[in-house]
């Protein structure tokens, strides 16, 4: 399993915004790419900060994600309102209660 983590820094006037704009995308495209487990987002209180938290089935799938004609059009959008700054790699721990 790949673990895409993409930190992301905004204005906070524009977090609930972007937030609205990563759900939307979430739900009627990433859930539609194959090899798609999951995804979280993690708001900071502060406004400042999201983070995308995603899972796929291997590097491949994130490929294809990258280059699907819908995110294309869809990161320049995002990149309107973000720094985007992208983490790519395999769990190596996970430690649970």
Not at 34 to 44: E, K, Q, V, Y
């Given at each position: 399993?790949?673990t895409?983590?993409?930190?992301?820094?905004?204005?906070?006037?524009?977090?609930?915004?972007?937030?609205?704009?990563?759900?939307?995308n979430?739900n009627?495209?990433?859930?539609?790419?194959?090899?798609?487990?999951?995804?979280?987002?993690?708001?900071?209180?502060?406004?400042?900060?999201?983070?995308?938290?995603?899972?796929?089935?291997d590097?491949?799938?994130?490929?294809?994600?990258?280059?699907?004609?819908r995110?294309?059009?869809?990161?320049?959008?995002?990149?309107?309102?973000?720094?985007?700054?992208?983490?790519?790699?395999?769990?190596?721990?996970?430690?649970?209660?």
């Open positions: 399993m790949t895409l983590m993409i930190p992301l820094t905004i204005d906070p006037a524009n977090q609930r915004q972007v937030l609205d704009m990563l759900r939307d979430i009627t495209v990433i859930r539609t790419l194959d090899g798609w487990i999951a995804t979280n987002l993690i708001a900071s209180a502060d406004g400042t900060r999201i983070v995308i938290h995603s899972q796929w089935r590097v491949a799938a994130v490929d294809t994600m990258r280059t699907d004609p995110m294309v059009a869809y990161y320049p959008k995002l990149a309107a309102l973000a720094t985007i700054d992208p983490i790519m790699g395999e769990v190596v721990e996970a430690a649970r209660a």
